[in-house]
């Protein structure tokens, strides 16, 4: 049996941030995943300027694409504003392979099935051993599922269902484009650029509304990619997009249960308005390592419910109220 110090299971933004600094601390720390890096991540790649600073990542010593939008572009029915606000654009295939190589933490390739304590340790598929156990596995991470999942059940009202699809396109307009509640889907579209030649596009929506309206994400998507046709910002006949399903911020009451803790979507964690998830996992896995090294509490009420994108804004209010209904 394999035995680390620590083993965070999941490599994605709030595993390997986490394994950063535990190493850094100089704890024996594995990471493991069920997926060959680089892997593909469904997400738009929004990434705000807060998450780069907790990631202590200088946009100029990034070497992949990276892309920044000083204002950006949301639609409401018949209103469309730009506030202005720097935000950034990265491919999730290409960054959360730099932030886990950045990491150095030993990886390994392995798909956690089975987690189980036994005498003050964990014990994972009788295969790893660990004094500290992280879960970052997103929605469907087996550390929640066997240790947490009773004393912290996931809200179903929060979860929303997601779909989209990046690819190399020509893209014309470097503008990110948000469609807020567009031919009635309970959540927003999106349009947003990557350099070297991608772009990334799609919607979210709040499942349960979804539901009760009787209404499917791929009806959406049609009416989606054919405005984006209309006003010449995407043209594409065959769109194959995928379908991913998270959970927003809810009450996330008990995050560490002995020596084990929840991070990033594992918790539920990404923002009740926009769904943001990547500044969230990597806050979380920064505040779990701390609690781990300095053996101290473990909470997350440092890490906000919304985001900062809208500010104040009279359309940030609208959205939140909208949300919070
Ligand atoms: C369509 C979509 C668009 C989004 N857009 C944005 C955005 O633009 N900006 C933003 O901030 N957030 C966005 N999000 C949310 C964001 O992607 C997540 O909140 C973020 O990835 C959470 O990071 P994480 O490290 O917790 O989990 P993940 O990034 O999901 O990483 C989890 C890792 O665990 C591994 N794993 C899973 N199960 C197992 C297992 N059993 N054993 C071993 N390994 C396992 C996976 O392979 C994966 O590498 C979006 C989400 C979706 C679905």
Redesign the pocket.
């Known amino acids: 049996m394999r035995t680390a110090d620590a083993v965070i299971?999941?490599?994605?933004?709030?595993?390997s941030t986490c394994a950063w600094k535990l190493l850094d601390a100089g704890l024996d720390v594995l990471v493991?995943?069920?997926?060959t890096f680089p892997?593909t991540?469904?997400?738009?790649?929004?990434?705000?300027p807060e998450?780069l600073r907790d990631l202590e990542l200088d946009p100029g010593d990034y070497p992949h694409s990276f892309m920044t939008f000083e204002a950006l572009r949301l639609h409401f029915k018949f209103l469309s504003i730009a506030p202005r606000t720097r935000q950034h654009s990265i491919r999730?295939f290409e960054f959360?392979d730099f932030l886990l190589q950045r990491a150095g933490a030993e990886v390994v390739e392995?798909?956690?099935?089975s987690v189980r304590e036994e005498g003050g340790d964990y014990v994972i598929d009788d295969a790893f051993r660990c004094r500290y156990l992280v879960g970052?596995?997103?929605t469907?991470?087996?550390v929640y599922r066997n240790l947490f999942h009773d004393s912290n059940p996931r809200a179903s009202g929060l979860q929303i269902a997601?779909l989209?699809q990046e690819f190399a396109y020509d893209w014309q307009d470097p503008t990110c484009h948000l469609w807020f509640f567009d031919g009635g889907l309970p959540g927003y579209a999106w349009y947003?650029p990557k350099a070297n030649g991608h772009i990334n596009i799609?919607l979210?929506g709040i499942a349960y509304r979804l539901k009760a309206q009787g209404g499917h994400l791929r009806d959406y998507w049609r009416q989606f990619t054919a405005k984006l046709g209309k006003r010449g910002l995407v043209r594409c006949d065959d769109y194959r997009p995928t379908g991913?399903s998270?959970y927003l911020r809810g009450d996330v009451d008990t995050v560490k249960i002995g020596n084990a803790y929840l991070?990033?979507?594992?918790a539920g964690l990404?923002t009740r308005d926009m769904?943001?998830?990547?500044?969230?996992?990597v806050a979380s896995g920064l505040l779990a390592a701390r609690s781990i090294v300095d053996e101290a509490e473990y909470s997350l009420a440092g890490i906000g419910d919304f985001s900062d994108l809208l500010g104040r804004s009279t359309a940030g209010e609208k959205i939140r109220r909208w949300m919070l209904r």
């Open positions: 299971v999941g490599g994605g933004p709030a595993g493991l995943d069920k997926a892997r991540k469904l997400c738009a790649g929004w990434v705000t998450a999730r959360d392995h798909k956690v099935k970052a596995a997103g469907a991470c087996p997601t989209e947003v799609g979210g991913y998270y991070v990033g979507d594992a990404a769904g943001e998830g990547i500044g969230p996992a």
